[in-house]
């Protein structure tokens, strides 16, 4: 009797299909595949900062590993029988020596130890400018303030990344940004002195820094900030990305590219990212360690500034007066807590904004369309203060290059600095919130009466007027979709004995009339508005 033929059906599936069915309905591979095709990316150029903050970051990971290869963590003083003459016959770390044999023995050293430290400086700046984005725009608002917060925290964590990795090659210019480390952290009261000791494994400089940095910075670190950019990443996907006003955005949809198409866009924008990285460490020279030569505690670099995202540390310590007190027996160095202190609120206030706004305004709504700039006055303004903060002590960090280029008073300089501390934030407030309303009030003209077209019309009475040509719908909705917060009336609640409210209600109402610029909002045209914008369109 023959074979008989097996009828297709679900029941008489290949082994392989079957295989296939068994895996999707475990994971449901199939299922999140077609929910991530689906997924859509806005297409705006400032989201392009994120990706390089990742791009750089992978850069990161893989030129610290090769570095990892051939650099000695250790502060055991060596002889130095390297390619580099001029310091030959000299004691060094193992650390200073391994980093000399990278720079001039190991094929292709130099250009992957420069490519790590400019790619260290760019991802820095990436997150940094990163978060002003966010900022200004008011990416951060529910349900995205948890996003906020980490990206705050992966900011911090670059910057004491970059402070490990910057101390690890012990040559004199790192030393002497130890020296400044190591006296802050002794103005710590109470347990400044026994954090020296742990940190530095004993009196300064110590022999085990080297070796605890290199952990820090090559295990600890980069595990944490992994870990930060994937809870990132996911909680982004998870909240649905961001958008800019514009035709058809609203808080219930996203309007940009399909997954397939962005991949490709950022598959080369890494690439465009890689090479200018690998580029910029191939013609422009960063951190020339020999030149400085070994760190030894007796002598400082002249001229000797840290990385910039350190800078305002550095600038703050430079123009603090040298105020000590003496309480209870006990020596309070002002000059060194008092920047300490200063430094840790000015980041403070930026990893805690997004929970003081919602107090001060009350606005808890889900918010998945992004302002301008313009039409939030205030936090614009507090924006920029905030940076202006940033830049004066940048600028003190150089008072002796400064003084020096320009033939001025190292003395000079430093009173400058402290002066505009306290005024340029003020000044640049003021500046910048007028700036804000006059760009709203320019818009509101727009909106009334259209863009200026530089043809004179008289009319029959007379009147010489100017013809405007109207705005396309496109332009009418990015400055007309913003809403019309009105101010907060004082809420129900605890109220003075003459049932006036309370003293806290009317602060909360006052920083909310205050916060949005309501006062050049643009608001729906008037009857006699709109009969003068027919006149002058037709």
């Not at 895996?23 to 449901?28: K, L």
């Not at 802050?184 to 109470?190: A, E, F, K």
């Not at 991949?263 to 400085?292: D, E, H, M, T």
Request: glycine share 10%.
């Amino acid at each position: 009797m023959g074979n008989e033929s097996q009828p297709a059906g679900p029941e008489h599936k290949r082994t392989g299909q079957k295989l296939a069915d068994w895996a999707d309905g475990r994971p449901g591979s199939s299922r999140m595949a077609r929910s991530v095709r689906r997924f859509v990316f806005p297409d705006h150029w400032s989201f392009m900062l994120g990706q390089i903050a990742i791009y750089s970051f992978v850069i990161l990971i893989v030129t610290g590993v090769y570095l990892s290869l051939y650099f000695h963590p250790s502060s055991r003083t060596v002889i130095y029988d390297g390619s580099y003459v001029p310091l030959r016959g000299l004691p060094v770390s193992e650390a200073f020596d391994s980093t000399l044999h990278i720079s001039f023995d190991v094929r292709g050293g130099l250009l992957i130890r420069q490519a790590h430290h400019w790619t260290a400086l760019i991802f820095v700046a990436a997150v940094f400018v990163h978060m002003l984005r966010v900022f200004f725009t008011g990416a951060y608002r529910k349900p995205r303030e948890v996003t906020w917060v980490l990206g705050f925290l992966l900011l911090i964590l670059a910057m004491f990344a970059g402070l490990t990795g910057y101390d690890l090659p012990d040559d004199l210019l790192s030393g002497t940004g130890l020296q400044v480390v190591n006296g802050t952290i002794l103005s710590i009261p109470v347990v400044g002195t026994y954090l020296s000791m742990f940190l530095f494994g004993g009196e300064f400089p110590g022999d085990d820094l080297i070796a605890r940095f290199n952990i820090i910075h090559v295990l600890v670190i980069p595990g944490l900030m992994a870990a930060l950019i994937v809870a990132h990443v996911a909680l982004g996907v998870r909240r649905r990305h961001t958008q800019f006003p514009g035709p058809g955005r609203t808080n219930t949809n996203v309007v940009g590219l399909p997954l397939t198409v962005y991949a490709v866009k950022a598959g080369g924008y890494a690439l465009l990212v890689s090479g200018w990285i690998f580029f910029l460490a191939a013609v422009a020279q960063i951190n020339p360690v020999w030149r400085y030569g070994p760190f030894r505690p007796d002598q400082v670099s002249a001229g000797s500034q840290p990385d910039w995202y350190m800078g305002v540390a550095d600038g703050l310590l430079r123009v603090m007066p040298g105020w000590e007190v003496n309480i209870w027996g006990h020596t309070f160095a002002l000059d060194n807590l008092l920047p300490l202190l200063v430094g840790a609120l000015l980041f403070l206030a930026m990893g805690a904004y997004p929970f003081l706004e919602a107090w001060v305004t009350g606005d808890d709504r889900e918010k998945h369309v992004l302002d301008r700039p313009r039409n939030r006055p205030v936090r614009t303004a507090l924006g920029v203060a905030w940076l202006s903060v940033y830049l004066v002590a940048l600028i003190g960090a150089g008072n002796d290059v400064i003084a020096t280029r320009f033939h001025v008073s190292l003395n000079g300089v430093t009173w400058a600095v402290r002066i505009a501390l306290f005024v340029v934030p003020a000044a640049a407030y003021l500046v910048t919130k007028r700036c804000a309303l006059g760009l709203q009030r320019r818009d509101r003209d727009k909106v009334l009466h259209g863009r200026e077209t530089g043809v004179i019309r008289r009319l029959p009475h007379g009147e010489f007027i100017e013809v405007h040509e109207p705005l396309s719908r496109q332009e009418l909705h990015v400055l007309t979709s913003h809403e019309q917060y009105r101010p907060l009336e004082a809420a129900p609640g605890r109220r003075s004995p003459d049932g006036t409210p309370s003293r806290t209600q009317r602060l909360r109402a006052r920083l909310s009339r205050g916060f949005y610029g309501q006062d050049a909002q643009i608001s729906k045209p008037t009857e006699r508005e709109h009969e003068e914008i027919a006149e002058r369109h037709s």
